[in-house]
């Protein structure tokens, strides 16, 4: 994949359309609030064992592809808007946490001995 492609072409798409004025950063922050509340409602009335087959189900599967799609749009849109290499961002945090997260910590546990 891409980004930066699929950056330009997301870009085209908002300059055809006359979005890139409303793309602020906050507005963007809200949009992605909203997009992923969107996500949420395939889920939200289901049993974790449900939810684990909604992406067997064609038409469940295309909405919820389009829903997470959308979402990951406006946050290349924001990453764009701020200067941030979405990239470089991620492979940071994925550092960042490998460091962090080692094993499983001794809280989490729960173990009485």
Known sequence: ??????????????????WQVYHTPKNLASAITVQAAKILE?????????SLSLGLIPARKKQISEEISSTFFLLLALTNKTGINLEEAIAAKAASDQEKHKGIPDEYLNIDM
Request: hydrophobic fraction near 30%; charge should be negative.
């Open 1 to 18: 994949m891409d980004l930066q492609q699929i950056l330009k072409q997301y870009n085209t798409l908002c300059e055809d359309n006359d």
């Open 42 to 50: 395939h889920f939200q009335w289901v049993t974790e064992e449900e």
